[in-house]
């Protein structure tokens, strides 16, 4: 059955309302999810919400100024945190330790931006499929397995939690959000150290991050659910007359409805080509590029 999408937005609205009684934060990233929840929450208690985006320098290219450009008009504070995200993730190898690492570290901040302003309420853009993962053990999302045991919030609001991420754009297309943020691909909250295999240091971060927004050049005009580079580790290779021991480079595009299940994209040879020409000839450390054709399950869709 469709989903009312005004009746959704009047009772999140009162819902909101009836919860948060002083201030609140609530952790922006600019994706669909949050940017939603954020109007939601704004228009229901207004100045009395203060909007936090932490720049963990796990985000893609370019993406941080202009997240605090879409949302200044809301009073978004952004934290600059990138020191702070590398140390703690330095030396970590294990996908479920860096989500854990990644959840932590982000709610640390928040609770520091919430002292400043006196609120004990978080709200956060959960959504369904975030949850159903998390509790049915197949990865943490950092917002919901992620958390830390112990936090100093007296309360987490969560409008979007019983939302499919379809659902969610519905809602943002309803408020008026600009295209860029509703038609936005899903991103990983731990962003691209979970886009790395093994440990996340600033040389491989700077490496995906310019392969990723490579791949989503390219690869847009197909309308994927989901585009974007991994980094596996290093093989050998030849460039010039030189052999080399670079970094490979995965490319990811899927189709999917709700997040649970997704098929790898058919992109034409040609474009698949392109893309491996403009990685491994813009980016020097790069030796070879390859193109992943699991569907999930049993892949899941990010690389850990």
Same mark, same amino acid.
């Given at each position: ?29 600019? /994706? ?18 203060? @909007? ?65 302003? /006196? ?28 958390? @830390? ?41 731990? /962003? ?31 309308? @994927? ?80």
């Amino acid at each position: 059955m469709a989903m009312n999408v005004q009746r959704f937005i009047d009772n999140a609205i009162e819902e909101i309302r009836r919860d948060v009684k002083g201030r609140a934060i609530i952790g922006l990233s600019g /994706g669909v999810d949050s940017s939603v929840c954020a109007m939601l929450a704004h228009r229901a208690i207004g100045d009395r919400l203060v @909007p936090v985006y932490v720049d963990s320098g796990l985000m893609r290219q370019h993406e941080s100024d202009r997240i605090e450009e879409l949302f200044k008009d809301i009073g978004l504070v952004r934290v600059n945190a990138h020191e702070r995200f590398l140390d703690a993730l330095k030396g970590v190898d294990d996908p479920e330790k860096k989500r854990m690492i990644v959840g932590e570290t982000f709610i640390r901040v928040f609770e520091e931006e919430a002292r400043k302003i /006196g609120g004990g309420c978080l709200m956060q853009g959960t959504i369904y499929p975030d949850r159903i993962e998390s509790e049915g053990g197949i990865k943490a999302h950092h917002n919901v397995g992620g958390l @830390p045991s112990c936090m100093e919030f007296q309360i987490i609001v969560e409008p979007l939690r019983d939302l499919y991420k379809d659902e969610v754009r519905e809602v943002a297309r309803a408020l008026g959000l600009p295209l860029e943020i509703s038609e936005r691909m899903p991103y990983p909250g731990p /962003g691209l150290s979970v886009r790395i295999v093994g440990d996340v240091t600033r040389e491989k971060l700077d490496v995906v991050r310019k392969a990723n927004a490579i791949v989503e050049e390219e690869i847009m005009k197909f309308s @994927p659910w989901q585009a974007f580079a991994a980094l596996l580790g290093k093989a050998t290779g030849v460039k010039g007359d030189n052999r080399v021991y670079g970094w490979v480079v995965a490319v990811r595009a899927v189709t999917s409805r709700d997040a649970m299940t997704a098929e790898a994209m058919e992109i034409p040879w040609e474009n698949l080509r392109i893309i491996s020409s403009r990685i491994t000839g813009e980016i020097p450390s790069v030796a070879r590029v390859v193109y992943d054709l699991t569907p999930k399950p049993p892949g899941t869709i990010e690389f850990e």
